[in-house]
């Protein structure tokens, strides 16, 4: 059974960083590729960055150049670096995986996904 765990997530003003870490277990993790999605309030979830099995991350427009994707595949565990934060991101983070080299930003349709972490940014 897969479960990802998330953490890391908490409350920072606006310009901070944060780190969020999300634990995958339960399946081969390097035959899956990761990424990271949001949901704000009344909103739909948005994707934010992924990383697939070769190890290429991308991101989506909001957060390129102040977010950073990494995985550890000996530690199992799937990080999101992100600096220079603003209001606009704050949101549940959610950590998903797909049994896929790569995982598509586009939409929420992925197979796996952790309980989520918030992340809250003042002004």
């Known amino acids: 059974q897969v479960q990802l765990l998330e953490s890391g997530g908490g409350s920072v003003e606006a310009g901070g960083s944060l780190t969020l870490s999300c634990v995958g277990s339960?399946?081969?993790?390097?035959?899956?590729?990761m990424g990271w999605f949001r949901q704000a309030p009344g909103k739909e979830h948005e994707g934010v960055a992924s990383i697939d099995t070769f190890g290429n991350a991308r991101y989506t427009k909001p957060v390129v150049d102040r977010f950073t994707i990494s995985r550890d595949n000996v530690k199992r565990t799937l990080y999101l670096q992100m600096k220079d934060l603003k209001p606009e991101d704050t949101a549940m983070y959610y950590c998903v995986a797909d049994p896929s080299q790569f995982l598509l930003l586009s939409a929420p349709l992925h197979k796996h996904w952790g309980q989520g972490t918030q992340v809250t940014v003042s002004s």
């Open positions: 339960g399946y081969t993790y390097t035959t899956y590729a």
